[in-house]
């Protein structure tokens, strides 16, 4: 069955850590990736998407992301995490279906 | 345990036609719940969100409608179908703030 899992349900950190959310996927075929977080008490929002070419991305608010093909892996990461970025991460990916992953919930200590 | 369902995964329409899409969810009492599309290669757009029976919000001006006749189940709808309603549209339920969501695993829809 196609899937995304997340490795770590929940992550808590102090401000200006480096941060590393893991994801892999099952599909072995052509995917498209996305990173996903939702702040507290708001929707979700599009953080980075990969789709092909450069398999590091960039994505909003200083994240960025690594597509390991070998590895079936999309791990999300940031050099130093603020109080800000405490909300739940979602990795997706786009294939046959959409499937998101089960979620991380990162929290920022101050 | 919590679980959610949607149905049907795949749907082919013409132009013109109705379409029902319906999700359910167990487990939990009284969730929010959503509707959201993703175009192909695009981000999630949020369409419609409830917080109880009989209650709606629509994000999105468009040729949709949603209703929740029950509290855990939604119904996505619409009475004529457009070629631009083609998309993948997932259901997500949410037991209560800051609990994140959890999706259904989608409806293909292509509109033809």
């Known amino acids: 069955a196609q899937s995304v899992s997340q490795h770590n349900h929940h992550v808590i950190l102090s401000e200006a850590a480096s941060l590393e959310l893991g994801c892999n996927y099952s599909?072995?075929?052509?995917?498209?990736l996305f990173w996903y977080v939702q702040y507290p008490g708001q929707h979700l929002q599009l953080l980075l998407k990969?789709?092909?070419?450069?398999?590091l991305v960039k994505g909003i608010k200083g994240f960025e992301a690594e597509f390991i093909k070998s590895k079936f892996s999309f791990n999300l990461r940031k050099p130093s995490v603020q109080w800000s970025d405490t909300a739940e991460y979602f990795c997706?990916?786009?294939?046959?279906?959409?499937?998101f992953g089960p979620g991380t919930r990162l929290s920022v200590l101050p | 345990s919590q679980t959610i369902h949607q149905w049907p995964a795949t749907l082919v329409q013409p132009v013109g036609s109705p379409l029902s899409l319906e999700c359910t969810v167990e487990?939990?009492?009284?969730?929010?719940l959503y509707w959201y599309r993703q175009a192909a290669g695009r981000g999630l757009q949020l369409l419609f969100y409830?917080?109880?029976?009989?209650?709606i919000s629509s994000e999105v001006p468009q040729n949709l409608s949603a209703s929740r006749p029950q509290d855990r189940q939604f119904i996505l709808s619409s009475k004529k179908l457009l070629l631009s309603d083609s998309g993948f549209y997932l259901c997500?339920?949410?037991?209560?703030?800051?609990?994140?969501?959890?999706f259904g695993s989608g409806t293909r829809l292509t509109v033809v």
């Open positions: 487990g939990t009492s009284n969730p929010n």
């Open positions: 599909y072995g075929g052509t995917v498209n």
């Open positions: 997706a990916r786009e294939g046959q279906n959409f499937v």
């Open positions: 997500a339920f949410e037991p209560g703030t800051d609990y994140g969501y959890t």
């Open positions: 409830s917080v109880g029976i009989g209650q």
């Open positions: 990969y789709f092909s070419g450069d398999p």
